[in-house]
């Protein structure tokens, strides 16, 4: 079962990019944007992600793994974080292309923010002291604020594609955490998140998916907005 993780990231990434050259999608386009704006979250969640792996706060099931390691972390660690983004992010501009109306109003938008700003700052009160909760939780306040104050038309569009992502995004993390396997691929130490699960996966995961995705699309369209606008010539004339 070595290559169940690396079978996970495959699978997630396979039809999604399959579909990019579609040409009602062509998310292919996108990649200048993509590629980046990945990079620049990783440049953050891998750290992130060594840190707390050193530190017993979350590990990895080596039955699972090709035994491939760049760095401290498994190779499938390291796919992990570009197979999930492009397989999100691609659904993300799917819908934008063929359904634009699948958005939330400026209302709905709000009210969601401020209950899920809550909920996070409560939990960052009482649950300071645990590492996976605060890193977790303190980082989504902080980029829900931004997001929210300076570019809310991003989260209009991002926040019911997301909820929609939360099915395939719960399947997956349920092999990664041991729901239809006889192990965990990764595993956690509960003394450092509320010990919380949704089947067998951390309430945590969902508000990292949220963060981490968020990331990507934000960026993505900031690096969209700086790209000068090309002019019709012939409609010019």
């Known amino acids: 079962m070595w290559h169940l993780y690396f079978l996970l990231n495959i699978a997630t990434l396979s039809i999604p990019f399959i579909f990019s050259f579609h040409p009602k999608l062509k998310f292919y386009k996108l990649w200048k944007y993509f590629f980046p704006a990945t990079f620049i979250m990783m440049a953050f969640f891998i750290p992130w992600d060594i840190i707390f792996t050193l530190n017993g706060f979350w590990g990895f099931n080596e039955t699972y793994l090709s035994g491939i390691k760049l760095g401290t972390l498994p190779v499938e660690e390291w796919m992990f974080f570009i197979c999930i983004p492009y397989a999100c992010l691609f659904t993300v501009y799917s819908f934008k292309n ?13 009210i969601i923010y401020y209950t899920l700003q809550t909920v996070l700052i409560v939990a960052l009160i009482y649950f300071y002291d645990r590492w996976y909760t ?23 569009t991002f926040l019911p594609v997301f909820l929609v992502l939360l099915i395939p ?16 691929v990764v595993w956690y130490n509960d003394a450092e998140n509320l010990g919380i699960r949704i089947g067998t996966v951390p309430i945590e995961d969902s508000i990292y998916a949220l963060t981490m995705l ?17 002019v019709d010539k012939a409609r010019k004339k």
């Open 169 to 184: 995004f719960f399947i997956v993390n349920g092999f990664l955490t041991g729901s239809w396997i006889e192990n965990q």
């Open 134 to 156: 605060a890193v977790n939780f303190g980082y989504a306040v902080v980029l829900l604020a931004i997001v929210y104050n300076y570019k809310r038309e991003a989260l209009n």
């Open 214 to 230: 968020l990331t990507v699309y934000v960026l993505m369209e900031k690096f969209k907005e700086s790209q000068p606008v090309k």
């Open 98 to 110: 063929l359904v634009p109306k699948f958005s939330f109003s400026n209302s709905t938008t709000s």
